[in-house]
């Protein structure tokens, strides 16, 4: 069973910065693909990003791309997110999430990742 606990959400003003973790245990996360999830009030959980389990791949939601860096570190088993020129449509709880995946590939879909992390709220004031 993995384990995996986001942090550093907060409220940040538009325009602004935040960089979010996600750290996992319970397993070997190098062999893992990871993505990060959203899910604003009243709208249904949404891909973000996700990096293949050696870094080679990643991909971006049209809606964060040039603004958000999805990034890992194999060797301390964490995840990153780092989100610059927030908007206030960023708002939301964001998820991380992992699935056993071969090197060159990595899931998009919210239905094709196992294990989940609680969330981390991110407010973006306007």
């Known amino acids: 069973q993995v384990h995996m606990e986001e942090s550093g959400g907060g409220l940040v003003q538009a325009g602004g910065s935040l960089r979010l973790s996600c750290a996992a245990s319970g397993g070997t996360f190098s062999l893992y693909?990871?993505?990060?999830?959203?899910?604003?009030?009243?709208?249904?959980?949404?891909?973000?990003?996700?990096?293949?389990?050696?870094?080679?791949?990643?991909?971006?939601?049209?809606?964060?791309?040039g603004r958000f860096t999805i990034s890992r570190d194999n060797a301390k088993?964490?995840?990153?997110?780092?989100?610059?020129?927030?908007?206030?449509?960023?708002?939301?709880?964001?998820?991380?999430?992992?699935?056993?995946?071969?090197?060159?590939?990595?899931?998009?879909?919210?239905?094709?990742y196992t294990y989940w992390g609680r969330g981390t709220q991110v407010t973006v004031s306007p």
């Open 33 to 65: 693909a990871m993505g990060w999830f959203r899910q604003a009030p009243g709208k249904e959980r949404e891909f973000v990003a996700c990096i293949t389990r050696g870094s080679i791949n990643i991909k971006y939601a049209e809606s964060v791309k």
């Open 77 to 112: 088993g964490t995840m990153y997110l780092q989100m610059n020129s927030l908007k206030a449509e960023d708002t939301a709880v964001y998820y991380c999430a992992s699935v056993l995946r071969g090197s060159m590939t990595v899931p998009m879909a919210t239905h094709e």
